[in-house]
């Protein structure tokens, strides 16, 4: 098939390009670069041994996307591309309801002119808020709280109704727990801007002596060590995902799902410190800190319908993710000593 990735010079765009490519696929990359960089793309280039097609371009420029559709035929687009700071949406939410919202609207209307209507949309474990049950399941209430979150939930519900619209979309929204690691090559990963908000990139970066400590955001959860549980996914079993969501809608006559993609397994603060300690062979000093607002106690998939209806379940261990993750750190943060 041809693929069109948007956002896919990103963390996740990125692994799944490599992913999609190994199985025969032709990948065109549409991306602004606003949060990645080009250097991904030679790299790609190494791990895959295929040439990389990129335009270089915003989902919002409706034009260019439609030429792009028109001129690679292409045959389904995966959606990534989109703004992603949590704490950001709230200082700036015009920005990702523009980015996120009104670019997805100008990608589906580019989209629908050109008769391309296979999408597999990057949608989050956000969009369900609190849990009022785990694991949490696609049936459990969404109720977002922040503005990033807010745009996922409004998006899947645009998605919803264009399919309720037209039987013949075939689009799958999947809801991403915690994607952490990296290609085993160590060439591509996470590389956040500035000083990182997520756990895994800020241990990696305590691990290479970049920053001091980790603080700890609370040990008092009602959870067994009192530290936040999460549900942390490899970035290449979420890769695999793909694959399988692809697949899947190719032969099914669903115009519109929702699935969550995480390992089922909730992990804490302080086990994750211990075994990237252990794989690192790195001390990771830390400090117990206040409790980050907004955050919530505990958050793992239910992730039986993935493997029910596409086969799909995740592989890697935790030992992998941290293993992986420093790998990557190793080869990619020297930059910041500098
Ligand atoms: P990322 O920031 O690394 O990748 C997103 C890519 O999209 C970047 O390369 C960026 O330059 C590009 N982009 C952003 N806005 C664009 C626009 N208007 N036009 C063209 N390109 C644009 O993020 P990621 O971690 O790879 O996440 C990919 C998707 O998955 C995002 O939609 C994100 O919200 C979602 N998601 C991520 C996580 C996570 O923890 N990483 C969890 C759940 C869902
Ligand atoms: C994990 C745990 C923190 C940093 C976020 C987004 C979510 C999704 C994934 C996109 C929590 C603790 C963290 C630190 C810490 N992204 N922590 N010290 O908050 O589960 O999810 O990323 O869709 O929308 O909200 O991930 O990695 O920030 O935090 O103690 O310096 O680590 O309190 O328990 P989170 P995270």
Partial sequence: MNILLTGGAGYIGSHTAVV???????????DNF???????????????????????????NRSLVKQTLQYYKIDAVLHFAGLKAVGESSE??????????????SLLMAMKSCSVKILIFSSSATVYGVPHYLPIDEKHPTDPESPYGKTKLQIEQILSDLAKSDSSWRIFALRYFN????????????????????????ISQVAYGILDKLKIYG???????????????????????????????????????????????GCSVLELVNLYEYEASKK??????????????ACYANPE?????????????????????WRWASTSLQKHKD
Wanted: charged share 25%.
């Fill in 20 to 30: 999609l490519m190994q199985e025969g696929h032709e990948v065109i990359i549409f």
């Fill in 34 to 60: 606003s949060n990645s960089k080009r250097s991904v793309l030679n790299r790609l280039e190494k791990i895959t041994g295929k040439l990389i097609v990129c335009i270089d371009g915003d989902i919002r």
């Fill in 92 to 105: 700036d939410p015009l920005a990702y309801y523009d980015n996120n919202v009104a670019g997805t609207i």
């Fill in 219 to 265: 040990n008092d959860y009602d959870t067994p060590d009192g530290t936040g549980v999460r549900d942390y996914i490899h970035v290449m079993d979420l890769a695999e995902g793909h694959l399988a969501a692809l697949d899947y809608v190719g032969n099914h006559n669903e115009a519109f799902s929702v699935m969550n993609l995480g390992t089922g397994n």
């Fill in 179 to 202: 994607p952490v690691g990296a290609h085993e090559s160590g060439l591509i990963g996470e590389d956040p801007n500035g000083t990182p908000n997520n756990l895994m990139p800020y």
């Fill in 305 to 325: 319908m993935a493997f029910l209806k596409m086969g799909w379940k995740s592989k890697k261990t935790l030992r992998e993710m941290c293993f992986d993750s």
């Fill in 284 to 297: 990771i000093p830390y400090e117990i800190s206040a409790r980050r607002t907004g955050d919530i106690a």
